[in-house]
Each structure stands twice: as structure tokens, then as C-alpha cells.
């Protein structure tokens, strides 16, 4: 299943759309309690970013998701690729908001037109996308991600952006489990995350298998622990041609 004509016509109008419980409960707590045990085993910073893909199996498996492939399928189309991956990790300490400034970035044909979104023939097309799994909730308010919604078609993206209080910027509300994806010609960003409670948020950022936005080798490392032909052909390096499709995997 890719996406239905209602999902289309809402991404089409928003640069944004959520799919809700994506994710499984138990597999969300399983996923928090990797990361948190992770993070205690390394005695690093987790305060802002962090990798995660090589923590356990089932990030991997998530890269693959049947369900999430069959949407970016239709996004992007047959050939696809992971480009690079991070969490998001905040709350509201002094040292977390002293690492993340209000911003808005990102916008139409930004980034020698990588931030790419069009029709051509009734055919979508778009450069790289975000799919951003939510692992805690994100309650009206939060803070945290914020986006333009339609601002993935403006004519004006490059030389104006709204301010972060604007009335036109709204910042997603998102339950655990919950899958929000966007393309990066939207206008987006974060704000400060003012909940008591944590954001904590696995990226998975995917591009046209001809593209890259980071560079090609530092997939090369996950490569070792694929267990899959599929996860390891969405870790191939970009080119245009000899292109081989996905096997894409089936879904309900």
C-alpha cells in the first residue's frame, strides 16, 4: 500500500502529513530503553543529536519499515536510498535550550534545487524527505519541530521566512508511536521545547537514488550489520545509472 488519493492531497497541500501509531507500544518502549541503556554504556551527551542506527536490529528494521517504504515509494518513486539518519533528543534544562536556537530553515529549491518539490505529468516528485518516528509525546505547545505548512510551493521561500512566533508556523502534536514526514522544501525547523517531559525523535532522511545530500561514504560503516538485500540496497551509494529497484517489500 503507498498512499491514498486523501493522503496525496494532503501532502501535496501541506509538505506535511502524520501517520498515528506507526510504531507499536512495546516496540516503542523497547526502542527508548536501547538508547537509554546506550546512552548510560557510552557516558555521552545526548542532550541534542545522536546516531542509533547500529544500536540494535530493530532500527535497522525501521529503516525498512514496509509500510513507511511504500509511502516514500510513492514520493520519491523506485529508487530510493538512505542518505543519513540522527535522533533528536530535548528537554527543558538550561543546557538543552542553550543548544537549540529558534529557527525556521529549508524552503524551496534550497541547496542546489536538493529541497525539490514538483509535478511533472501527474507525477510527484521530490528530493530528500524526512520520516521522523515520535518516541514520547508531543503535546500542543511543546515545542520542538515547527513547519510552514504549503510553504514547499512558495514562490518567495528563498528570500523570506516568517518569524518563529508567526501565525502561519505550527508545531505538530504527536503521540509515541507516530510517524510525521516531510519534505525538506518545506520551511521548517524547531522551536524551544518548553514540556516538562523529553522529545525524543529517530530521523530517517531518504533521497532520489541518484542524490545525496551527505556524503555517500559514511553509510559504508552500517553495511556489516544489514541483515537483508533490501536494507543493504537503501545503503547504496547515489548514482544515475545501472540502477537495480528495490525489492519492495509487501504491506497491508
Not at 42 to 60: Q, R, T
Not at 93 to 106: I, M
Request: some cysteine; charged content about 25%.
Amino acid at each position: 500500500m503507498g498512499m491514498t488519493d486523501a493522503e496525496i492531497y494532503e501532502f501535496d497541500l501541506n509538505g506535511i502529513i502524520v501517520y498515528r501509531d506507526l510504531i507499536g507500544r512495546d516496540d516503542v518502549s523497547r526502542m527508548n530503553s536501547l538508547i537509554d541503556d546506550k546512552i548510560v554504556q557510552d557516558g555521552k551527551d545526548y542532550s541534542h543529536s545522536f546516531s542509533f542506527l547500529d544500536i540494535d536490529a530493530c532500527f535497522m528494521d525501521l529503516m525498512a519499515h514496509p509500510r513507511t517504504l511504500g509511502i516514500i515509494r510513492h514520493m520519491i518513486g523506485d529508487w530510493l536510498r538512505l542518505d543519513h539518519h540522527y535522533g533528536l533528543q530535548m528537554d527543558n534544562t538550561s543546557v538543552s535550550k542553550g543548544k537549540t536556537k529558534p529557527n525556521l530553515h529549508g524552503g524551496p529549491r534550497q541547496d542546489n534545487g536538493e529541497h525539490e518539490y514538483q509535478w511533472i505529468d501527474g507525477k510527484m516528485y521530490n528530493g530528500l524527505i524526512v520520516v521522523m518516528y515520535a518516541l514520547e509525546d508531543v503535546n500542543p505547545g511543546d515545542g520542538g519541530f515547527i513547519a510552514v505548512p504549503g510553504s514547499h510551493k512558495s514562490n518567495m521561500g528563498v528570500r523570506h521566512k516568517p518569524p518563529v512566533d508567526s501565525p502561519l508556523v505550527t508545531n505538530p502534536s504527536l503521540k509515541a508511536g507516530d510517524m510525521l514526514i516531510f519534505t525538506e522544501a518545506l520551511v521548517h525547523g524547531t522551536n524551544t521545547w518548553t514540556s516538562d517531559g523529553r522529545r525524543r525523535s529517530l530521523l530517517y532522511k531518504y533521497s532520489p537514488g541518484h542524490s545525496a545530500w551527505s556524503e555517500a561514504s559514511g553509510q559504508e560503516r552500517y553495511l556489516p550489520i544489514t541483515q537483508n538485500d533490501l536494507q543493504r540496497d537503501l545503503l547504496r551509494p547515489p548514482s544515475v545509472g545501472g540502477r537495480k529497484p528495490l525489492n519492495f517489500p509487501a504491506t497491508k
